[in-house]
């Protein structure tokens, strides 16, 4: 016996559920990646310094336009070819908290440029701030200042 052929309402109905189920289904895409603050010329990731240097040299170091990677729609530099690579292979273990927003304003609830200068490393991750000022403030409370950072962020981050 032959299918019957749908009505027109039966039509209807189903081209709508197609037409809601398709944005569901795409929306199960692996989550996006971070958003990175960037300088308003040319894109360049925590105002050119280099993310590996604050872990492995404990200190900041101007990157180099001649050692960079793209990560996260943002330009990254280095001080070598040796900190690119190492970033390159696990940007995330270099990469700032935040996006490298500072971190006393995004645990306030918004986001704020940095200093390169003014930064702390907790528990092997990279926290920038706005100034040493702000660094101050930020560090009367750390533990207090990351939760409430990491409890803002993803909402921060949505509206960037």
Excluded: H
């Excluded at 809601?20 to 894109?43: C, D, T």
């Amino acid at each position: 016996m032959a299918p019957r052929p749908l009505s027109r309402r039966a039509a209807l109905v189903a081209a709508l559920a197609a037409a809601v189920a398709a944005p569901i289904a795409l929306s199960a895409a692996p989550a996006r990646a971070e958003k990175v603050n960037q300088s308003f010329l040319g894109g360049v990731a925590i105002e050119g310094y280099d993310p590996v240097a604050y872990l492995k040299q404990g200190r900041p170091v101007e990157g180099s336009s001649d050692f960079t990677t793209q990560w996260n729609g943002a330009v990254w530099r280095f001080a070598s070819a040796e900190n690119r690579d190492a970033f390159s292979a696990a940007p995330e273990t270099y990469a700032p908290a935040y996006g490298g927003y500072c971190a006393w304003a995004v645990s306030q609830g918004y986001t704020a440029s940095i200093d390169p200068d003014a930064w702390k490393i907790v528990d092997g991750r990279l926290y920038l701030n706005y100034n040493k000022s702000i660094q101050q403030r930020w560090e009367q409370d750390v533990p207090g200042n990351i939760a409430k950072g990491d409890a803002n962020w993803p909402e921060i981050e949505a509206g960037l």
